[in-house]
């Protein structure tokens, strides 16, 4: 290779990689086939998965990810909950406490590359497999293994006999390739947390006793040979064989169904020609609020649809099964026997991660407020308008969960691993109610417009791809046209707080001078609301030279723009051109949107200066 073609080769594969945040994705396509005993919650079967490379590396191993191995005493996952600061809510059933039956595992075994066997090692719920032929950039390699497994109990998430009597919620049962991405293998062994995967194709069937009726990811084949209209004719029990559904699900990084004998399929018409399936238990006391769900869930999709971009597939399941609510690919598993708005809240939220999760899916374990943060953002405002409830602040409920992690003292940084946060209360805050307010604020510095304008950019420009943190701030400064690297910094890199206050109001020889201090690290732009004793009222903007730039005025009322307030200086004096005894009330941050960690001094009332 001569000393040009080395510098090209290079300049090539650094630009390949990093160049504008461009990251490559490899490619899968699944082809399955599972049987599964109903009475013995056993399952077995093939897969043949042809895997495409398209890094710039040379890969000489490949992962798979065997979740139901978690579900045995003594797993990783049973010591990781044990062991932990505080109890992790979402886990009703102890794992150490699994009977045999009760327990789950998935097992692999005659594992070839293109027909050949090749050198495995089984670490709980990662298979390591060594190549016999390593797969260079632009290569594609055909990986086969057969596998079985045993349906755990619903202990989290997936499993048999829910609480609800659905009996399989079968989520995260095959062998799952592991992504390789611009951060290496994500291999990291599952202990109850979230999920990362590749984008492909997923040709699958399934067989099982003709009585039950399957939903699943993707779509259903071969309807004619499992009844008319999809599963809705009933089937007795008294009969016997088997069916094979057959289902293929294009570009999703997961496939998964679930399967009883009692469920009622219903059909809705979605937002661009979507069909919404709903399956649930034929149970008098749920019917008629499943019956109402599935209307307001295609409002819900076309909400989504408006505020950031229109859902790729063609069909979305909300189905009944697990335990409280998961996204899947295409499909959500919820559990049914709630209250109306429960019911709604949940389908509301799982289906918001269609778009943040399974379009733009960003590496939830090392990210996972860019998925479950946004989801609460959106759904949330979802929520309000759909079920008209006319709240004045829908994300009261995000803020004040924030507000309460900063006061916990356990608060660990937003960029943590998420299997590495010492205390499950402090994961769950920061990953839903710090991740949403991370827009709330973002609406606040660079206004609401821009906010979903970022949004609707965001994805149209990264889906399929795994954006990072970085991108959306890239994003972001585009719209906006201001510089949000301090945000992004301090916000997701550390647990620096917001605490602005008014220390005082001193009168100048013209007007009087509003004394603000920053008692806390993390610097914000500030909103004032000046109102007079007259009725006049104004609006003070005081941008931070962080930002290099200004926010445009969203506002209906005018504002005054001063001059930039410096980070390294905790004081800002702000001048007004009336008098001290002309004010009636001072008001930092009248919109309520950034998270002040102590708003007691947020304030200034002429009739009770001395509290202030």
């Known amino acids: 290779m001569t000393v040009k073609t080395f510098i090209l080769a290079v300049f090539l594969f650094y630009s390949f990689n990093f160049t504008n945040g461009q990251y490559w994705q490899q490619a899968v396509d699944y ?47 049973a010591v990781r909950l044990k062991n932990s600061a505080d109890k992790n809510g979402r886990f009703k059933v102890s794992v150490d406490s699994l009977s045999v039956e009760e327990q789950g595992f998935l097992r692999v075994s005659n594992v070839t590359q293109d027909g050949h066997y090749v050198s495995t090692e089984d670490s709980e719920t990662i298979l390591e497999v060594t190549l016999n032929t390593p797969l260079g950039p632009g290569q594609s390699t055909t990986l086969e293994l057969n596998f079985q497994g045993q349906v755990p109990d619903v202990v989290r998430r997936a499993g048999k006999n829910s ?16 992504e390789y991405d611009i951060d290496g293998w994500n291999s990291d062994p599952y202990t109850g947390r979230e999920f990362h995967g590749v984008w492909g194709d997923f040709d699958v069937k399934i067989i099982l006793d003709k009585e039950f009726t399957v939903a699943a990811s993707g779509y259903l084949q071969n309807a004619e040979d499992i009844g008319k209209g999809y599963a809705d004719v009933k089937r007795p029990k008294s009969k016997r064989g088997k069916v094979t559904w057959h289902f293929i699900a294009p570009q999703v990084h ?29 149970d008098p006391e749920i019917i008629e609020n499943w019956r109402k769900l599935q209307p307001d869930t295609a409002k819900l999709m076309a909400y989504f649809n408006s ?64 998925d479950e943060g946004f989801t609460s953002f959106i759904s949330t405002l979802a929520e309000n308008e759909i079920l008209k409830e006319n709240r004045e602040f829908p994300l009261e409920g995000s803020y004040r969960g924030y507000f309460n992690l900063a006061a916990s003292g356990v608060e660990m940084p937003q960029s943590t691993n998420a299997n590495r946060y010492e205390h499950n209360y402090a994961y769950e805050s920061t990953a839903y109610s710090k991740g949403a307010v991370f827009l709330g604020q973002l609406g606040y510095i660079m206004g609401k417009e821009k906010l979903f304008e970022t949004l609707q950019t965001y994805y149209k420009e990264w889906q399929f791809k795994h954006p990072q943190p970085n991108d ?60 007079y004793k007259n009725g006049d009222t104004e609006l003070h903007y005081i941008p931070i ?25 905790p004081k800002y004096d702000l001048i007004l051109d009336r008098s001290k005894e002309a004010i009636e009330t001072i008001i930092l941050d009248p919109s309520g949107l950034m998270a002040d960690i102590d708003k007691n001094d947020n304030f200034y009332v002429s009739s009770k200066e001395g509290s202030n």
């Open 472 to 531: 959306l701030r890239r994003i972001a400064e585009r719209v906006s046209g201001l510089q949000l690297q301090w945000y992004l910094t301090d916000w997701t890199q550390t647990t620096n707080k917001i605490d602005y206050a008014i220390t005082g109001v001193e009168n100048k020889e013209k007007g009087c001078v509003v004394l603000l201090k920053r008692k806390e690290l993390m610097p914000m732009p500030q909103e004032i609301l000046v109102v």
């Open 163 to 178: 609480s609800e009597g659905v009996a399989f919620s079968m989520a995260q049962w095959y062998p799952k390739i592991a």
């Open 545 to 569: 030279s962080l930002m290099r730039g200004e926010k445009e005025n969203t506002y209906s009322i005018e504002w005054k723009t001063h001059k930039d307030w410096a980070w390294a200086n």
């Open 31 to 77: 082809k399955m086939s599972v049987s599964l005993d109903a009475e013995t919650a056993r399952y077995k079967g093939s897969q043949k998965l042809i895997y495409t490379n398209n890094s710039p590396e040379t890969l000489h191993k490949v992962f798979y990810h065997l979740y139901f191995n978690a579900f045995q005493p003594g797993s990783e996952m």
């Open 254 to 282: 997961d496939f998964t169904w679930a399967a009883d004998v009692d469920y009622i399929h219903d059909t809705f018409p979605g937002p661009n020609d979507v069909t919404l399936h709903f399956f649930y238990k034929n």
């Open 307 to 370: 505020k950031i971009g229109p859902y790729p597939y063609k069909q979305y399941s909300v189905v009944q099964g697990g335990d409280g609510g998961m996204e899947y690919a295409m499909l959500t598993l919820i559990t049914g026997g709630r209250k109306y708005g429960s019911l709604f809240g949940v389908t509301a939220h799982e289906l918001a991660h269609s778009w943040f999760q399974h379009v733009l899916a960003t590496n939830e374990t090392k990210h996972e407020w860019m």
